[in-house]
């Protein structure tokens, strides 16, 4: 059975105070705004529309919570670099999202979601910078991975690798894609082992 088969939409937080007291582990999904990341969810939950998607990016603006069933949650995180959003949302997002990612000890690992076209923006290596205090481990999808040839897939694939093997100890890559349903396996995979260890 699919690690993510039982999830479903468990709570919405605006606020650290908030936060679910639950005994289990988290892992958190977050990436720029539009590079797929609500898409990426429901892709791995085999759920519609589990995760809310939208044409407008910058929607998710609370910390979303998924239970898995089984003490353990995904929690999808609002997206960044969106920049039509009023300054003091802004500041706001910012703030929650930094004490969550800085100091949820239940956090067991961050999946970063990135456009496969446009890999590795300012936003994203920031992201990654400023989570690697943390010592927890990132797992990168690169998703949209449909959208280009195998070859520049793979290119891309190898330049990602290559930065995180020259900047970061604990981080993983992989290509992924919603649409058509690659790289589920080799997700779920590392998520379920972040949530057992």
Do not use: C
């Not at 239970?67 to 609002?78: A, H, K, S």
């Not at 500041?91 to 800085?102: A, C, D, M, V």
């Not at 993983?172 to 919603?178: A, N, P």
């Amino acid at each position: 059975m699919s690690l993510f088969s039982q999830a479903a939409f468990f709570t919405t937080v605006n606020h650290i105070k908030d936060l679910p007291q639950h005994g289990g582990k988290e892992v958190a999904f977050v990436g720029r705004s539009n590079a797929g990341k609500s898409s990426a969810i429901n892709t791995l939950a085999n759920h519609v529309r589990l995760a809310y998607t939208s044409k407008t990016p910058g929607r998710t603006q609370h910390l979303n919570y998924f239970t898995l069933g089984n003490g353990n949650f995904i929690v999808d995180l609002p997206g960044y670099g969106y920049a039509k959003v009023p300054p003091e949302s802004k500041r706001h997002w910012e703030s929650l999202l930094g004490e969550y990612l800085q100091t949820r000890e239940e956090l067991a690992g961050l999946v970063v979601i990135m456009d496969a076209r446009h890999p590795l923006t300012p936003l994203d290596e920031n992201m990654l910078d400023w989570f690697a205090p943390t010592g927890k481990p990132v797992h990168i999808l690169l998703t949209k991975s449909d959208k280009l040839s195998r070859q520049q897939a793979t290119l891309t694939l190898n330049r990602v690798k290559l930065y995180l093997a020259e900047h970061f100890s604990q981080r993983s890559v992989q290509l992924f894609s919603s649409l058509k349903k690659i790289g589920m396996e080799e997700a779920e995979a590392v998520i379920a082992g972040w949530l057992k260890s």
